[in-house]
């Protein structure tokens, strides 16, 4: 994984991330090995990271992929579209919070 460009902003209180992500030999990564990817490299909790895009690049095995990630829930909560959220709340998380209820 490669940091092409790192923008804050700072009126919407996130900071938008564009990465490149190889993949050689496999199929494109999806949203959420893609969270656990930038989990690990730039150490952003996974709640507060919304994927706005991956996009293949033609001719190579890499893709683009453009990241928002926010300081705290709410401010991701209020800038954010509800499917873009929801999309990043896995299966196995919400089974966690039935059990907790």
Known sequence: MKLINKKEDKLTNKIIYE???????QKTPDRKAVLEMVNKELR???NLMVIKKIDNIYGKESAKV???AYKDRQDL???EPKYLIKRV???EDEKKEEVKA
């Open 19 to 25: 990465l490149e992500m190889d993949y050689k030999g």
């Open 77 to 79: 909560e209020k800038n």
């Open 66 to 68: 453009i990241i928002h």
């Open 89 to 91: 709340t896995f299966k």
């Open 44 to 46: 952003i909790e996974k």
